[in-house]
């Protein structure tokens, strides 16, 4: 299993920057392929952020791009998402995201999320 927990979400204005982190654990952490980052808005489907994979490659939504860096400390197992030039769109409840392939099969893990408000 692996458990996730997030830290570091709040309010930030307009334009100004937060980390939010993710800490991974459990008995199979050495399996995840790769982490990263949705978010989900009030109303609105939870969507993809960015993505890491053990190696260091990232991916990221085109409406973060340029603005938002992923980053990972495998010997923390934790992985970091600095978000520049916030906007009021960003706000929403960010989850942290596992893919762990102990097996065959690859299985999502999911974090309880952190609440990132943007506003004035």
């Known amino acids: 299993q692996v458990q996730l927990v997030e830290s570091g979400g709040g309010l930030v204005q307009p334009g100004g920057s937060l980390r939010v982190s993710c800490a991974a654990s459990?008995?199979?952490?050495?399996?995840?392929?790769?982490m990263g980052w949705y978010r989900q808005a009030p109303g609105k489907q939870r969507e993809f952020v960015a993505t890491?994979?053990?190696?260091?490659?990232?991916v990221y939504a085109d409406s973060v791009l340029g603005r938002f860096t992923i980053s990972r400390d495998n010997a923390k197992s934790t992985v970091y998402l600095q978000m520049n030039s916030l906007k009021p769109e960003d706000a929403a409840v960010y989850y942290c995201?596992?893919?762990?392939?102990?097996?065959?099969?690859?299985?999502?893990?999911w974090g309880q999320g952190t609440q990132v408000t943007v506003s004035s």
């Open positions: 459990g008995s199979i952490i050495s399996s995840i392929a790769a």
């Open positions: 890491i994979t053990r190696n260091g490659g990232t």
């Open positions: 995201n596992a893919k762990a392939s102990p097996g065959v099969i690859t299985v999502d893990y």
